[in-house]
């Protein structure tokens, strides 16, 4: 693939578990309140598969440039190997390019980037190859944050019920204050933005008090991002 840029699932180990312990009276993370909330379940399905018909689009493209520069050529087809980190992308895709013959590509700004400069390529067989090896390695080991957009209307409802039926009344009973909840649209608009509604913002002032809070009380993005 030749255009490098491409642009994060933090793993939490036992989220879920922490997540049910929260307020047992007020059943698992799994199953917020509201009736017609999806469960975690779906939701995960759902965004796995909005995201993943996202990704084949970009490969879509990605295809398209490849055929346009090289001719009618055959591309790999395999399927997703697995969802990673944004900041993991760029050594996950070098490593698979070094497996494929190619060990010079490095990761690059953050991790969200590739530098081929290291790459000695002498013909334009070399060329070809190495184009095709990346949009194998990206089509294998592409990020989900990528694809917000796509799966915000998804994550979203999920989020909003979880946030009022489990995270609010953690926070609470841990003696924490937390500002007023938005409505659901203002929550769905502002999902994994940078003015998503923040149950933390009232904990205090250190970087500990809200680490405490979040080991305490996960964020529903902790949920999402941690399940399996």
């Not at 307020?23 to 999806?38: K, Q, V, W, Y």
């Not at 697995?82 to 760029?90: C, F, Y």
């Not at 400069?117 to 990528?146: H, K, M, N």
């Not at 009022?164 to 933005?193: K, Q």
Request: hydrophobic share 45%.
């Amino acid at each position: 693939m030749r255009d490098r840029d491409a642009a994060r699932p933090t793993r939490v180990s036992l989220v879920l578990a922490l997540c049910a312990a929260i307020l047992p009276a007020l059943a698992a993370c799994a199953a917020p309140a509201a009736a017609d909330t999806p469960s975690l379940e779906q939701t995960l399905l759902e965004r796995d598969s909005a995201a993943a018909e996202a990704h084949a689009t970009m490969l879509e493209r990605s295809a398209v440039f490849l055929r346009d520069k090289w001719g009618p050529v055959a591309l790999p087809d395999d399927p997703i190997e697995r969802w990673v980190a944004a900041s993991s992308w760029g050594t996950t895709v070098a490593r698979c390019l070094s497996d494929a013959g190619f060990p010079g590509v490095a990761a690059a700004d953050g991790g969200e980037r590739l530098d081929y400069s290291g790459v000695r390529i002498t013909e334009a067989r070399e060329l070809f190859e190495i184009d095709v090896a990346s949009y194998r390695c990206q089509s294998l080991y592409p990020v989900r944050a990528w694809f917000e957009d796509e799966v915000r209307d998804i994550e979203a409802p999920w989020a909003a019920a979880y946030t009022r039926a489990v995270l609010v009344p953690c926070l609470l009973a841990n003696g924490y204050e937390v500002p007023p909840a938005p409505d659901d649209e203002a929550f769905r608009v502002d999902w994994r933005t940078d003015a998503a509604f923040d149950s933390y913002a009232l904990v205090g002032d250190s970087v500990s008090d809200r680490s405490r809070a979040q080991a305490r009380c996960p964020a529903a993005e902790t949920v999402l991002d941690g399940a399996p």
